[in-house]
């Protein structure tokens, strides 16, 4: 993509800074949007976030960016929003999601809650050790992003070089990691960062929880929804239920990490045992009950009742099959689940999907319609005002060494009026005297002129 037009700045009016104006294509970093502080409910226990890599709102904005950017492919053409898209809970309604050399091995996995889960693996055959290992193999994919380094590729180093002279990124890393270093760790920090943010807790299973435990009837819920509850709940056997929550923990609905294959034995290049791995079940379906994609790794099952259906009669074993799926004297599941049972399930998994994960601006695409990133705002931490006994205000500014910033004035927030042009200094500091006392905003601002 082109980036047209880019702005860097911070405002600030007499001795205090003012605020923004939002607009598409346009991300404040002087307030910077709540990621680290988000209200999680009480019940929701699980955490997979590890000790180094604490979600912070600088992070989290920067892996946003990143999310978003198709710079982080080879050509230019695909992002990781490509194939996570909020509007289908950060998964795809393609069996396999299209990259810059063809299509992916498997079906993308939605994203929703990737942080609420004991389970610190990921892939669907758990081969990253960690969110953050994972962030980045999809960039070096020769298939999916293509910065593999083989087949021709360029190199992942090679991308840090194209990140590195793009002059927001060297003004996110610095506000982000205290300086512009870019590199895979904090590429793989800030993704991992924005990724276990994305959060959705208010959905009508929550609204439930809220009130009473999961083995009690929800007062919320119709008797359809309560008795998918139990059936979701409750063991197998005789009398018994559909044992889901024996792999699919509530709350949090995350996978037991002991889990193996789940029956499903096709892949999209033969067979495929190694699939292991799920997403949290929350948000299968998006708030009209659309899904939000197949579903398993395979997207061979396209609707929740053919997902039971296939829990409710194991057809075939393999090698790697969830001793769950076998019945404890020998041969595989049958839970002789009724027509209505099934339904009752159904109703049960709608009831887990939210709203607000699928508008919410934090975990939006920053960049406008044209693919430009419009406006940076530097943060209200790097400018400082100091009074003078003559009458003037010091205004300075810590932004990136080397770069023009220009000075501006205005009387509105909206039009603004060049003062003066300075180059930071080796420190990183613009610093410029102007009249105090007056009613004009001012602000620092750094342009990437339209090619």
Known sequence: MTLRSSTLSSALFALSLASSVAQEGFVDLTILANYAAQTVPSYITKNNTPGNNAITNSGATLGRILFYDK??????????????????????????????SGTTGRHAMRLINARFATETRFFWDERATSLENQTSQPIQDHVEMGFSGTSGDPTFANLVTKLSAIDEYRVLFAMTFGDQVINETRIQRALGQFVRSIQSFDSKYDAGRALVNDNQPFPNFTASENAGKQLFLAPPGPGGG?????????????????SRNNGITTGFNGTDLTNTRAPSLRDLLGPGGQSNGAFMHDASLTTLDQVISHYNVITADNTNLDNRLRRPGGGLQNLN??????????????????????????WSDPFDSNGSLQLIILPQSAMTIAPNSNGTATLTCQASPGLPYELKSSTNLKDWDPVTTLTADANGTVQHVVPAGTTLFYRFTYTVPVP
Not at 337 to 354: I, K, N, P
């Open 242 to 258: 559909a044992g889901c929550a024996g792999c699919h923990r509530p709350p949090e609905f995350d996978i037991d990490p002991n």
């Open 71 to 100: 710079r982080l492919s080879r050509n230019d053409t695909v992002s990781c929003a490509s194939c996570h898209k909020q509007s289908l809970a950060f998964g795809d309604t393609a069996t396999a999601s299209a990259g810059v």
């Open 337 to 362: 689940l009724s027509t209505q049972q099934r339904a009752d399930l159904v109703a049960f998994l709608r009831t887990l999907t939210g709203s607000n994960v699928y508008t919410d601006e934090r």
